[in-house]
């Protein structure tokens, strides 16, 4: 009798930190700007989901979703 309680709440307030890390980083990566492969500035910004778009020299084209 008695064993296996007292344990519960232990790790309750480690969870949930995770998703919220990873979401920023993701933020942050779609809010930086990248070096465009033609004109070589870095004036590349994310347009929508795997779209950039240089904003020197006006060209558009594929990447991955969140980062070039
Ligand atoms: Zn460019």
Not at 2 to 23: E, V
Not at 33 to 62: E, Q
Request: proline share 3%; with cysteine.
């Amino acid at each position: 009798m008695g064993k296996g309680q007292g344990t519960t709440g232990r790790f309750g307030t480690r969870y949930g930190r995770t998703p919220k890390n990873k979401l920023k980083k993701i933020e942050a990566k779609q809010k930086a700007t990248y070096t465009c492969p033609h004109c070589t500035y870095k004036k590349v910004k994310r347009v929508s989901s795997g779209i950039w778009l240089c904003n020197k020299c006006d060209v558009k084209f594929a990447g991955r979703a969140y980062e070039i």
